[in-house]
């Protein structure tokens, strides 16, 4: 108790400190493919690159021919508050907060290769992805001003690097069972430890804490694809939850004013995390040849997320919050539009996409209410011939909601989130080994 006590004194020296997680929440709103971002991740109903063995692993049963996909992202995002102040008599506050960071890594990576068993067309996947990505680089910086010292504010600054990591290797299995049916299976092994490193400046000095922690189990992802009508694609989603062991270790410790580490402690503990089921429903409408229209609406219940024993025997929080903050993370529920366009370009096929989306965030503003992400997208592709596709992404995301104060509950304070990220992926198909 005493050390959870000590761990969670270091982690507050700042007071909205807690505030610099918010952005990493929004990784917990999965979603990946340059293809799938262009087009607002509206593709559970689409599914067609090698991404479906996340997105919707029945889209795979259509792949025949051997392929190899590869996905890049950088991001880059902002999240601020606006200039609060407090005035009473003989002292004024001033508190301004803002935190940036950015973020380069592998999206995902696949393979996959087709068969034909008992009569019926197969596709097999393996592939590799991150839930939560590693690799965040950033500060977060506070400034706390009496304006009857105003030349002496108190500034605190964290830094950090890395983040919660939790890796996947994934076996997908699909088969068309109709021409019009398929269906599909994925099994995920999680592995893979993710670091983080904390470092705090303030005017009581230099703090700084590392977390490594990972997550081991196993779940499955089951999808189907129904075309009633060639113009028309039906796809369903289910994602199973995961109850599985956690393994944390907490080091903390000081730097003094000559430079040297002081006051190392070291805490570990093993605590059980549940994390719950996802489900998606979408429908891809084609009125033309060249054009695509996707639809979709997906859920994730994040309030069925917790993990217990977590540094503090008995105790049961929130997950991915890991903390009791007094307002509970909140389900997610989304709704996310794309669309295609298929031009012909010599002899070349140039695919022109965009989309947009509401993404609920699982943490909460000021009334308690899911904070709610817009996402703008836009991108292309350039299938230069039957064998080699390269696309790009961009997507942009906005959100502004209230938060309580710094000095006082009341009144509420501007909160302000923005994201710029960009994703360039590439496929290789090997050739078809099989008639068509």
Same mark, same amino acid.
């Given at each position: 108790m005493k050390a959870r006590a000590l761990t969670l004194l270091l982690l507050s020296l700042s007071p909205l400190l807690f505030s610099q997680y918010k952005p990493w929440f929004n990784f917990y709103n999965f979603a990946y493919g340059a293809k799938a971002r262009a087009m607002g991740n509206a593709f559970t109903a689409v599914a067609d690159d090698l991404t479906a063995a996340f997105w919707n692993p029945a889209g795979l049963a259509a792949k025949r021919s051997p392929e190899f996909y590869l996905s890049y992202k950088s991001l880059s995002q902002k999240h601020d508050y606006d200039l609060q102040d407090r005035v009473l008599p003989g002292e004024t506050k001033l508190y301004? !907060?803002? @935190?940036?960071?950015?973020?380069?890594?592998?999206?995902f990576f696949s393979v996959s290769a087709p068969a034909v068993i008992w009569k019926r067309n197969w596709t097999f996947a393996l592939s590799y992805y991150r839930y939560i990505p590693y690799g965040f680089k950033g500060s977060a910086r506070e400034v706390l001003t009496y304006l009857h010292d105003r030349f002496n504010p108190r500034k605190t600054t964290?830094? @950090?690097?890395?983040?919660?990591?939790i890796d996947v290797l994934a076996f997908s299995a699909s088969a068309a069972v109709t021409d019009h049916f398929a269906l599909g299976g994925t099994l995920q092994q999680f592995f893979g430890s993710g670091s983080q490193h904390l470092r705090t400046v303030d005017p009581a000095g230099e703090f700084h804490s590392r977390?490594?922690?990972?997550?081991?189990g196993r779940n499955?992802?089951?999808g189907l694809l129904f075309s009633p009508f060639d113009f028309l694609r039906l796809g369903f989603t289910w994602h199973s939850g995961l109850r599985s062991r956690f393994d944390s270790t907490?080091?903390?410790w000081e730097v003094n004013k000559k430079g040297i580490e002081i006051n190392q402690r070291e805490e570990s503990c093993v605590a059980r995390v549940e994390i719950p089921e996802q489900y998606a429903l979408g429908a891809l409408l084609s009125p033309a040849r060249w054009l695509d229209l996707s639809a979709e609406y997906s859920r994730l219940d994040w309030g069925k997320g917790t993990i217990a024993n977590y !540094?503090?025997?008995?105790?049961?929080? =929130? !997950? =991915?919050?890991?903390?009791?903050?007094a307002q509970k993370q909140k389900n997610i529920r989304n709704l996310r539009f794309g669309a295609e366009v298929r031009l012909p370009l010599r002899q070349w096929q140039l695919h022109l996409r965009g989309g947009w989306s509401a993404d609920h965030q699982l943490y909460a503003d000021a009334a308690d209410q899911a904070v709610i992400a817009k996402c703008y997208t836009a991108g292309m592709g350039c299938e230069f011939s039957r064998n080699l596709l390269l696309e790009i992404a961009y997507q942009r995301q906005v959100a502004d909601w209230p938060e309580k104060g710094f @000095?006082?509950?009341? =009144?509420d304070v501007a909160t302000h989130y923005r994201a710029h990220e960009f994703n360039l992926s590439l496929t290789y198909r090997f050739g078809h080994i099989f008639k068509e």
């Open positions: 301004n !907060y803002n @935190f940036s960071g950015r973020l380069n890594q592998i999206d964290v830094t @950090f690097t890395g983040s919660e990591g977390y490594a922690e990972k997550l081991q499955v992802i089951a907490l080091l903390t !540094y503090d025997a008995g105790a049961v929080l =929130p !997950y =991915p919050q890991k903390d009791d903050w @000095f006082i509950q009341a =009144p």
